[in-house]
């Protein structure tokens, strides 16, 4: 039970600590929201997109309402606080994710008034991690881009929007916001390409850094070169640079209906540690 006056509120300064170390317990399954969490405390805007359940010195629960809507580490009681908090102001998440017992719980809530905006339901998402240790290089030839190969990469990057997420990326400012986020991640180092000629035929992107875990996004093998062993090849050199040049803890989520990427995932020594859901809008 709740203590005394607990209620869902902008995350203040003086809960920062505490809330930092309840979503750290578990950083693989808050890599994505931690990763904000971290940049908007930085910028000294928590309260824009964070709010918690509980008081500020023991939160019962973070919630996340921005791109994403995404409860953290949150109690029964904490994620059904957060329901009710979020059904009653206007929807600007573009997305509801989390572990998916938590999805499960929050969805009723919001289901009356968002049910008939969603494009998909994405209930089983299995979240992975590399074990083992790095292997032999597989002659991929993997490695990080560079940010004068923007207008390779790209083109790539808005195919792979397009193909997992449902969407375009273009739509609404032509693409400068997403170019945007391309040229971001280039500059960070955290886009990895194959490449053959001039074209990117492999990209992966470091989506999110959390602590000590590094969340890979955008995964995307060119149609032409499927079925051809190179997102296996390309995965299992991928895990070491990251390793290298980011976090030691590497890990993923996928849709448990895609088998190819499943089996390459594991042929690179990804292994499951938990289950996420996403409902798309």
């Known amino acids: 039970m709740f203590r005394r006056g607990a209620r869902v509120r902008p995350l203040r300064p003086s809960a920062w600590n505490p809330s930092l170390a309840l979503a750290r317990r578990d950083r ?40 994403n809507l995404s409860p953290m580490s949150a109690s ?57 240790e790095a292997g032999a290089p597989t002659g991929a030839g993997l490695r990080a881009a560079v940010p004068s190969q923007i207008d390779r990469v790209f083109p790539a990057s808005v195919a792979m929007f397009r193909e997992e997420v449902g969407a375009d990326p273009l739509r609404g400012d032509g693409g400068r916001g997403y170019r945007a986020r391309v040229t971001e991640l280039l ?29 890979i996004h955008g995964v ?38 895609n088998e190819p990427a499943r089996r390459a995932y594991a042929a690179a020594g990804f292994e499951q540690v938990a289950e996420l859901s996403t409902i798309l809008f």
Do not use: C
């Not at 023991?58 to 919630?63: K, N």
């Not at 390409?193 to 999110?208: I, N, P, Q």
């Not at 995965?235 to 448990?256: F, G, I, K, Q, T």
């Open 187 to 215: 500059h960070q180092q955290r886009t990895y390409v194959v490449l053959e000629g001039t074209e990117v035929v492999f990209k992966a992107d470091v989506g999110a850094l959390f602590e000590d875990v590094a969340q």
């Open 28 to 67: 693989v399954v808050n890599a994505l929201g931690g990763a904000r969490l971290v940049e908007l405390a930085r910028a000294g805007a928590l309260g824009r997109e964070f709010q918690i359940a509980g008081e500020d010195h023991d939160p019962e629960g973070i919630l996340w309402d921005g791109v």
């Open 220 to 257: 995307w093998v060119k149609p032409s070169h499927r079925s051809r062993g190179l997102g296996r090849a390309a995965m299992a050199e991928l895990v070491p640079l990251v390793r290298r040049d980011h976090a030691p803890h590497v890990s993923l989520y996928v849709n448990d209906y």
């Open 76 to 132: 029964e009681e904490a994620i059904d606080l957060f329901g009710r908090y979020v059904v009653a102001r206007p929807r600007r998440a573009s997305s509801v994710v989390g572990p998916r017992a938590a999805v499960e719980q929050l969805w009723p809530h919001l289901e009356p008034l968002w049910g008939a905006e969603v494009r998909e339901h994405r209930w089983s998402q299995p979240l992975l991690m590399a074990r083992g």
